[in-house]
Structure formats: C-alpha cells, structure tokens
C-alpha cells in the first residue's frame, strides 16, 4: 500500500500544479500558460512509473513502455522552450521550436520500433531483466534502444540546464528595468528553478541506470526516489508559479543601431521626462501600485520604456526596479514613523511592496539592515519626517 501512495503523491503534485498554473488562464503570460502544459508530461512519466512498479505491469508492457520513452525525453526540450519564452520568444511555435524535439522523436522512434518488433515473449522477459536471452538480435535491439534513451537523457540534462543558465545570465538585467518588485527584477527563481530540475534529474538517471529489474525488486529505491521526486516536483510547480518572464519585452536584437539613444532627443526634452517622472513618483505616488512596471510609467509620462530606462540610468545611476523601491522605502519611514503598531504585512502594503518578503529583500538592498533594525533606526528619528 505505502509503495503505491508513493508511486501516486508525484502524480497528484503534478495535478495540483497544472489547476494552479491553469487558473484564469487570461490573465496568464506565454511561459507561464505554457508550464502549466509542460506540467502534463510528468504526469504522463509518473503514471507509467506506477503501471510498471506497482503491480499492474501487464499494462505497462508495448504501448506505456513507448509513451514512457516519448514523454521521457520531451520533458527536457520542452523545459529548454519554456526558458526561451522567459527571455526570447514571444509565443511557442513548432515553426520555432520544433527541431528542438527532433533528436528526442528519433531515439524515442528507435526505442519504439525494436519494442514492437520483438517477439512478445522476449520482450515481456527483457522489461525487467536485460541480461536474458543476449544472443537474441531482438534483445540486442532492444538494449541499443534503451541505451540510446538514456544517454540522450544525460546530455539533455547537460546541454538544457546549462543553456537555460546561459539563457539566464544573458537577460537576467532585463527584469530589472521591467519590474518594480524586487522578487520579481531579481532572477532567483530562474536559478533555482533550473537547479531544481537538476537535483531531480541525477535520481532520476542513477534510477534508471540501475535498471528496472532493481527498482522493482529493491523497496528502498522507491521509498528514497519517489519522495525526492514529489518535494521536488512541487518546488518545481511553485516556482514555475511564481517566476515572471525574465525578459518580458523580447528585445532580442544585438544591433546597437536598433537600440534608441538619449542623443536622439533634446536635453530639454530629458528634462522634461525628469519632470513628468518627479510628478508621478512623489506627487501621484504611483509607487503604491505593487504591480507596476515601467511599461505603465510610460503611459503615464507619454514616452516610451526605453527612454525612462536611459534617463533613470543617466540621471540616478540605477535600474528602474532600484528607483522604484527608493521610493517605496522612503515611503516607509514616513508611515511607520506615524504608525508604529504597524505589521510588516501592513507596511508592505501601505509603502506599495508585493510582500513582506520583498519589503525585507528591498530594506536591505536599499540599507544594509535587517528590517528590525531599518525599524529601530526610524523609531531613533524625527517623527516629522
């Protein structure tokens, strides 16, 4: 019984996560509609995991064992689209991405044919122990095939998570002149994110190294996998969750020409920009709205994000993610010094934060201090202010 809740929880985690993900799906950006589709292919992995370990492998055998492979090896290329819609694409095209599902189609095709070529028999024995019958050309398929599936495993491990952190490193400055919310400038998420899926892979393929005849036999290889695979997939789901594109503008261009310069306008129309920019931050306080970006402050000032970004550069030596929250955190002292009873809950949403956590990443980002003792210096200070 334990062996067969074990087989399911990374069933139902993955479930879970594809009802959160898919949620109001209108108000849902590309990546984060498309991760609530990824989330299907470990359900469809974990499901064959029970057919074959729990006792049902009557069905596991021919048409799950080839699902099985398929699945196995989309996961990863798929994972690889996902980052490409966090920082380059704008929308998921097989026109696009389809060749990266190319070489996994082959191996599993491969895999596939040699299963429904071999007589049932030997394959029924070869499932689970493939050392019988060596002198079979069907077996010796069988074997090449499988071989190929894990080895295009590994390098998908290898050549995805290492070019999704390349992804990653390259755009990671991008957020920070979208967002005001400093969780949602900073790229964390992206990082362990892609460390997640890493720390789930190596189990996964020393599992399947040890070969499925083990798996079954030795109880304690599903008592220690499964469990590691549940908490990661839902560490995996949340921060699917929570991550934001991590350049959500697309600017994929490297042509410098393409990219507008403050030479192109006037220094009084900078000033100018400085102005409207000073209007809406202190008199307007559109600070407050936890959800704005620079797209927003664009509308509002009449200018493009392009130009705000440059101007908030040239003029304070920050990105637009650190201009904003120098404001939140003014704003900060100014309440809590009037309202010294307040919650962190409520001075986060009082000084325009996304949460309390954001509100203690940006204290210390703006002051070096912990959030008790950011507090303890404004209670030191004027009340006036």
């Not at 003029?315 to 003014?330: E, I, K, L, T, W």
Request: positive net charge; glycine residues 4%; charged residues 15%.
């Amino acid at each position: 019984m334990l062996r067969v809740i074990l087989l399911t929880a990374p069933i139902f985690i993955c479930l879970f996560w594809v009802i959160i993900l898919a949620d109001n799906p209108k108000s849902h950006s590309v990546p984060r509609a498309f991760f609530a589709k990824f989330m299907y292919l470990p359900v469809i992995i974990y499901f064959t995991h029970l057919l074959l370990y729990a006792p049902f492998p009557h069905i596991y055998y021919y048409f799950f064992d080839i699902v099985s492979a398929y699945t196995s090896l989309f996961v990863f290329p798929a994972y690889y689209v996902y980052f490409r819609l966090l920082t380059v694409d704008a929308e998921f095209s097989w026109k696009i991405h389809g060749k990266f599902f190319i070489p996994a189609l082959i191996i599993a095709t491969i895999y596939s044919i040699a299963i429904l070529i071999a007589p049932e028999t030997e394959y029924k024995i070869w499932v689970f122990d493939n050392k019988a019958n060596p002198s079979s050309a069907y077996v010796k398929f069988l074997s090449i095939g499988r071989t190929l599936v894990r080895l295009t495993y590994l390098i998908q491990v290898i050549v995805v998570l290492t070019s999704n952190f390349l992804l990653i490193k390259k755009y990671k400055n991008r957020a920070e002149q979208f967002y005001s919310d400093i969780l949602d400038g900073k790229y964390n998420y992206a990082k362990r994110l892609n460390l997640s899926f890493l720390w789930m892979s190596l189990p996964a393929f020393i599992l399947t190294a040890l070969g499925r005849f083990l798996i079954k036999q030795n109880e304690y290889s599903i008592y220690i996998g499964w469990p590691i695979f549940t908490v990661m997939l839902f560490i995996i789901g949340y921060l699917g969750y929570k991550l934001k594109p991590i350049n959500p503008t697309f600017e994929v261009s490297t042509n410098e020409e393409d990219t507008p310069q403050l030479s192109e306008i006037t220094s009084a129309a900078q000033q100018q920009i400085l102005n409207k920019l000073e209007v809406e931050f202190k008199q307007n306080k559109v600070f407050l709205d936890n959800q704005l970006n620079i797209i927003d402050v664009a509308k509002a000032i009449g200018t493009n994000r392009t130009y705000i970004s440059l101007i908030i550069k040239q003029a304070f030596n920050q990105n637009f993610c650190s201009y904003v929250n120098g404001f939140r955190v003014d704003e900060m002292k100014r309440v809590y010094a009037q309202n010294p009873q307040y919650t962190n809950e409520s001075l986060a949403q009082s000084c325009g934060f996304g949460s309390v956590n954001s509100m203690k990443r940006t204290v210390e980002a703006k002051t070096g201090m912990s959030i008790s003792d950011f507090k303890m210096s404004i209670s030191g200070t004027d009340k006036s202010i």
